[in-house]
């Protein structure tokens, strides 16, 4: 199982970016999906979650709720993370994040990590 995450780049203050991110693989089940990003010389923190069913639940970190929105398209084993009013503070790496079953022979789900992708934002 592997998840490609994408969309990072250099945006001004107030700007919008994109981030997706697809799992591929071995996939027969995937249950919360989230976001979490890690500034140079600090810990890696939550940006925003999201479950699987009937009214997908989402939680977000206090300092990115009004501005940031995660969704998720269960057809494509993909998450999103829509950014709006991007602030220099929000620059760092963003890693994705999926509790995947790949084994059809059981029900324990395993947490993996995408591989990154860099967000600056900066005039």
């Known amino acids: 199982v592997q998840l490609q995450a994408s969309g990072g780049g250099l945006v001004q203050p107030g700007g919008s970016l994109r981030l997706s991110c697809a799992a591929s693989?071995?996939?027969?089940?995937?249950?919360?999906m989230g976001w979490y990003r890690q500034a140079p010389g600090k810990q890696r923190d939550l940006v925003a979650i999201?479950?699987?069913?009937?009214?997908?639940?989402?939680t977000y970190a206090d300092s990115v709720k009004g501005r940031f929105t995660i969704s998720r398209d269960n057809a494509r084993n993909t998450v999103y993370l829509q950014m709006n009013s991007l602030k220099p503070a929000d620059t760092a790496v963003y890693y994705c994040?999926?509790?995947?079953?790949?084994?059809?022979?059981?029900?324990?789900?395993?947490?993996?990590w995408g591989q990154g992708t860099l967000v600056t934002v900066s005039s």
């Open positions: 999201i479950t699987d069913g009937d009214g997908d639940m989402t």
């Open positions: 693989g071995s996939i027969f089940g995937i249950n919360v």
């Open positions: 994040n999926a509790w995947i079953r790949s084994n059809a022979g059981s029900y324990m789900y395993t947490q993996y």
